[in-house]
């Protein structure tokens, strides 16, 4: 049981304030420190933090912070590819392809 406490322990106390659930972080410490057996499922059910995603998405209160997300999932960063240099580099293939459409001078017989 003391195994039991002292994670529940150290995982409420490096748990963001803002991400614990029900109640406040100094009364949880209290609860899982002083409720034998209960303080410590108490906290690992309904005081802990569900998921990563729920750290990342919104937290106590329905204020939303901006989710960490993969460059290729992040619109802005798609939108702004289209860059100059890919334009220099598309008008670079368009005018190769062009090139390869227009028939030889050195071989007539084609």
Same mark, same amino acid.
């Given at each position: 049981?003391?195994?039991?406490?002292?994670?529940?322990?150290?995982?409420?106390?490096?748990?963001?304030?803002?991400?614990?659930?029900?109640?406040?972080?100094?009364?949880?410490?209290?609860?899982?420190?002083?409720?034998?057996?209960?303080?410590?499922?108490?906290?690992?059910?309904?005081?802990?933090?569900?998921?990563?995603?729920? #750290?990342?998405?919104?937290?106590?209160?329905?204020?939303?912070?901006?989710?960490?997300?993969? *460059? &290729? %999932? @992040?619109?802005?960063?798609?939108?702004?590819?289209?860059?100059?240099?890919? #334009?220099?580099?598309?008008?670079?293939?368009?005018?190769?392809?062009?090139?390869?459409?227009? *028939? &030889? %001078? @050195?071989?007539?017989?084609?």
């Amino acid at each position: 049981m003391l195994v039991a406490t002292l994670l529940a322990l150290i995982d409420c106390l490096s748990s963001e304030r803002e991400d614990i659930r029900g109640l406040p972080k100094t009364v949880w410490v209290l609860i899982i420190l002083l409720v034998p057996v209960i303080g410590p499922v108490a906290w690992f059910f309904a005081g802990r933090p569900v998921s990563l995603e729920q #750290r990342a998405g919104v937290v106590a209160g329905g204020r939303s912070r901006k989710k960490v997300t993969a *460059p &290729d %999932d @992040d619109p802005d960063f798609l939108r702004g590819i289209d860059t100059a240099q890919s #334009r220099r580099d598309a008008e670079l293939l368009r005018s190769w392809e062009e090139d390869l459409k227009r *028939p &030889d %001078d @050195d071989n007539p017989g084609k």
